[in-house]
């Protein structure tokens, strides 16, 4: 989306969920379910003091109430590449800032710092604008209109509001109500859902190009982590190779979408080809992306991959990562500052810092280079040391406050510690995975439909976000986690809850196939089953050390890293069979049969050979 000068276009549009009684010419949208108003939030400190933008709070939603006045709200982002020209629209013509000052509460919001709010109110696109009721209903959104047109709709707007205020309340209220329709699922068994999903994507895959679309292009991290993975997986395929898929669209983003001088992927594309980029660069995309190539370069074999990946990795160390604090910082928006070169968000948030926490650990897994592994680490125990609480979560970013929680700030480092355990053996990250488990189980659970809430509030949320919803991203990643602890734990109880907490999804199969990947990687995790890498002896001989490296990079998608030291898993140890031997020895098991032990100083090759034999003779039942 495009913001112009004050004399060129605005965008703003009005969705029909139906005519209002009192606004015969505007409809309304059906209503997004508002947000929990908590109280920390940055106001608008770039907009003319002409309009005065206030926080997004239970205090400015009162206001609206008491003055009888609609809300202006603006989402955006430091990182906006239309941030500013929007601001400028808005307050260069004084009866435009006018009517939005005395008709309007004017609420600003953070995208990346109040992400249930964006979930619920914005779009792809920043900046968002939307007007809502005191009730935090929907009116209306954004998209194309002249200056004049805005004046008058926001004119329009305001004065019927004051009329019909009863009328339109009731009648937002009612289109925002979801339906109890109560349908049974649909029932796909869990198997299915790789092959469903594949099968949708190619249909709508841009072969010449890589990715979904003939206008925009978005990069989608979840759906390339989807394609590479079963590209290791003819079971699901159904005639349709997931690998020229994947290297269209890999390629086409390194030679589009990627900043060859400086390193790192923009946000997306304006062009179908790649080619014309919007330049702001955002952590929590490139950490998806950077794991994305070292993982195609491990299933392809490609070296460009791996270029690319190593590029990306030296582009978040140089220009992303805070020495000081060990993580990293949020965004690069591709708008020069005077005097301090690019304008940058350096707020450390809990969810993108997961993200590269996870890359970095798979660029270790695909290189074998320990410094990936630091730097993973490090971004890891900033979260532990700094946003952690063992009884609450994680906070989003320091100063943000308790009363609101996000699934995704939880589940990425969860999943991360889990990694990390299997690359280091340390029990301080198989805790803190094993903890924050519990903290989703009790705080973001639903125990009637499965699956878990993107949000937590610690008391009653403003208006409509008492509806709460399951995101598909970070539920994936919740059942990611729950089938890594099964392993590392050896509890069946987080197998089966990684299976079950994708139960609300199966319906989405039907419907949105396309746009179930993450879902269906989840499921191709849970029905492949691993080859359990069992690292056992004690933890402080060399040698253990030794087998944890080679087992952690060893090359096979599916396998997971259990660490065994005789001196704290003596039970773990006992119910395997493996007995309290001191001498490390590495035993690898598939689901029905565990191959010859591996000492340190052996190579690796007799259970590559194995494997490769195993999982051929999988396939060839499969196909029988």
């Given at each position: 989306?495009?913001y112009?000068?004050?004399?060129?276009?605005?965008?703003?549009?009005?969705?029909?969920a139906?005519?209002?009684?009192a606004?015969?010419?505007?409809?309304?949208?059906?209503?997004?379910?508002?947000?929990?108003?908590?109280?920390?939030?940055?106001?608008?400190?770039?907009?003319?003091?002409?309009?005065?933008w206030?926080?997004?709070?239970d205090?400015?939603?009162?206001?609206?109430?008491?003055?009888?006045?609609?809300v202006?709200?603006?989402?955006?982002?430091?990182w906006?590449a239309?941030?500013?020209?929007?601001?400028?629209?808005?307050?260069?013509d004084?009866?435009?800032?006018?009517?939005?000052?005395?008709?309007?509460?004017?609420?600003y919001?953070?995208?990346?710092?109040?992400?249930?709010?964006?979930?619920?109110?914005?779009?792809?696109?920043?900046?968002?604008?939307s007007?809502l009721?005191?009730?935090?209903?929907?009116?209306?959104?954004?998209?194309?209109?002249?200056?004049?047109?805005?004046?008058?709709?926001?004119?329009?707007?305001?004065?019927?509001y004051?009329?019909?205020k009863?009328?339109?309340?009731e009648?937002?209220?009612?289109?925002?109500?979801?339906p109890?329709?109560?349908?049974?699922?649909t029932?796909?068994?869990v198997?299915?859902?790789?092959?469903?999903?594949?099968?949708?994507?190619?249909g709508?895959w841009?072969?010449?190009?890589?990715?979904?679309?003939?206008?925009?292009?978005?990069?989608?991290?979840?759906?390339?982590?989807?394609?590479?993975?079963?590209?290791?997986?003819?079971?699901?395929?159904?005639?349709?190779?997931?690998?020229?898929?994947?290297?269209?669209?890999l390629?086409?983003?390194?030679?589009?979408?990627?900043?060859?001088?400086?390193?790192?992927?923009?946000?997306?594309?304006?062009?179908?080809d790649?080619?014309?980029?919007?330049?702001e660069?955002?952590?929590?995309?490139?950490?998806?992306?950077?794991?994305?190539?070292?993982?195609?370069?491990?299933?392809?074999?490609?070296r460009?991959?791996?270029?690319?990946?190593?590029?990306?990795?030296?582009?978040?160390?140089?220009?992303?990562?805070?020495?000081?604090?060990?993580?990293?910082?949020?965004?690069?928006?591709?708008?020069?500052?005077?005097?301090?070169?690019?304008?940058?968000?350096?707020?450390?948030?809990?969810?993108?810092?997961?993200?590269?926490?996870?890359?970095f650990?798979?660029?270790?897994?695909?290189?074998?280079?320990?410094?990936?592994?630091?730097?993973?680490?490090?971004?890891?125990?900033?979260i532990i040391?700094?946003?952690?609480?063992?009884?609450?979560g994680?906070l989003?970013c320091?100063?943000?406050?308790?009363?609101?929680?996000a699934?995704?700030d939880?589940?990425?480092?969860?999943?991360?510690a889990?990694?990390?355990?299997?690359?280091?053996?340390d029990?301080?990250?198989?805790d803190?995975?094993v903890?924050?488990?519990?903290?989703?189980d009790?705080?973001?659970?639903?125990?009637?439909?499965?699956g878990?809430?993107?949000?937590?509030?610690?008391?009653?949320?403003?208006?409509?976000?008492?509806?709460?919803?399951?995101?598909?991203?970070?539920?994936a990643?919740?059942?990611?986690l729950l089938?890594a602890?099964h392993?590392?734990?050896?509890?069946?109880?987080?197998?089966?809850?990684?299976?079950?907490?994708?139960?609300p999804?199966?319906?989405?199969?039907?419907?949105?196939?396309?746009?179930s990947?993450?879902?269906?990687?989840a499921?191709a995790?849970?029905?492949?089953?691993?080859?359990?890498?069992?690292?056992?002896?004690?933890?402080?001989?060399?040698?253990?050390?030794?087998?944890?490296?080679?087992?952690?990079?060893?090359?096979?998608?599916?396998?997971?890293?259990?660490?065994?030291?005789?001196?704290?898993?003596?039970?773990?140890?006992?119910?395997?069979?493996?007995?309290?031997?001191?001498?490390?020895?590495?035993?690898v098991?598939?689901?029905?049969?565990?191959?010859?032990?591996?000492?340190?100083?052996?190579?690796?090759?007799?259970?590559?050979?194995?494997?490769?034999?195993?999982?051929?003779?999988?396939?060839?039942?499969?196909g029988?």
């Amino acid at each position: 989306m495009k913001y112009m000068s004050a004399k060129g276009v605005y965008f703003f549009l009005f969705i029909a969920a139906g005519l209002l009684a009192a606004c015969a010419h505007h409809m309304a949208m059906p209503a997004r379910p508002p947000v929990r108003q908590a109280t920390a939030f940055t106001a608008h400190v770039k907009a003319s003091p002409d309009i005065n933008w206030v926080q997004w709070s239970d205090s400015a939603f009162a206001r609206a109430r008491a003055e009888n006045k609609l809300v202006f709200l603006e989402i955006s982002a430091k990182w906006s590449a239309w941030h500013g020209q929007l601001d400028e629209s808005l307050t260069s013509d004084p009866a435009a800032a006018e009517i939005i000052e005395k008709n309007y509460v004017p609420v600003y919001v953070d995208a990346d710092r109040r992400p249930d709010i964006y979930a619920r109110y914005g779009r792809r696109d920043l900046p968002s604008l939307s007007v809502l009721n005191p009730d935090g209903y929907v009116l209306a959104v954004a998209s194309a209109m002249t200056e004049p047109e805005l004046k008058n709709l926001l004119g329009t707007l305001a004065r019927n509001y004051a009329k019909n205020k009863t009328v339109i309340d009731e009648a937002l209220k009612s289109s925002s109500r979801t339906p109890d329709t109560k349908k049974p699922l649909t029932p796909y068994p869990v198997s299915k859902l790789p092959s469903i999903s594949l099968s949708a994507i190619a249909g709508e895959w841009d072969n010449s190009h890589g990715g979904i679309g003939n206008g925009k292009k978005f990069p989608m991290p979840e759906m390339l982590d989807f394609l590479i993975y079963v590209s290791a997986h003819p079971e699901f395929w159904k005639g349709t190779d997931p690998a020229p898929l994947a290297k269209a669209a890999l390629n086409g983003m390194a030679a589009g979408l990627y900043d060859g001088a400086e390193g790192g992927f923009y946000r997306y594309s304006d062009t179908p080809d790649w080619k014309s980029p919007h330049k702001e660069k955002l952590l929590g995309l490139n950490a998806g992306l950077m794991a994305v190539y070292f993982a195609a370069y491990e299933q392809y074999k490609d070296r460009k991959y791996l270029e690319t990946g190593k590029s990306c990795a030296r582009f978040l160390s140089e220009h992303l990562l805070d020495r000081k604090a060990g993580a990293f910082m949020n965004s690069m928006s591709g708008k020069p500052v005077a005097g301090s070169g690019i304008e940058m968000d350096r707020t450390i948030f809990a969810d993108a810092n997961g993200k590269a926490a996870l890359a970095f650990l798979e660029a270790y897994r695909a290189t074998g280079r320990k410094e990936y592994l630091k730097t993973a680490l490090g971004a890891l125990d900033y979260i532990i040391n700094n946003l952690y609480n063992n009884k609450t979560g994680i906070l989003h970013c320091k100063g943000a406050e308790g009363n609101m929680l996000a699934l995704s700030d939880q589940v990425m480092p969860g999943l991360a510690a889990a990694r990390a355990y299997e690359a280091t053996a340390d029990k301080k990250y198989l805790d803190f995975a094993v903890n924050i488990a519990g903290i989703c189980d009790r705080k973001f659970y639903d125990p009637k439909g499965f699956g878990f809430y993107g949000f937590w509030y610690a008391s009653r949320p403003i208006g409509l976000l008492k509806d709460k919803k399951k995101p598909q991203d970070e539920n994936a990643g919740m059942s990611e986690l729950l089938l890594a602890l099964h392993y590392l734990t050896g509890r069946d109880g987080y197998g089966r809850q990684a299976r079950a907490t994708l139960v609300p999804f199966i319906p989405a199969f039907r419907k949105y196939p396309v746009w179930s990947a993450p879902a269906a990687l989840a499921a191709a995790k849970i029905c492949s089953r691993a080859y359990e890498f069992f690292v056992t002896g004690a933890a402080s001989d060399p040698g253990f050390s030794e087998l944890l490296g080679k087992s952690y990079t060893f090359k096979c998608p599916d396998r997971v890293v259990v660490p065994l030291d005789m001196t704290v898993d003596r039970k773990r140890l006992d119910h395997l069979g493996y007995g309290h031997n001191k001498t490390p020895i590495l035993y690898v098991c598939s689901e029905t049969a565990c191959f010859p032990p591996v000492r340190p100083g052996e190579s690796m090759e007799k259970v590559r050979a194995m494997l490769e034999k195993s999982r051929e003779a999988k396939q060839e039942e499969h196909g029988k």
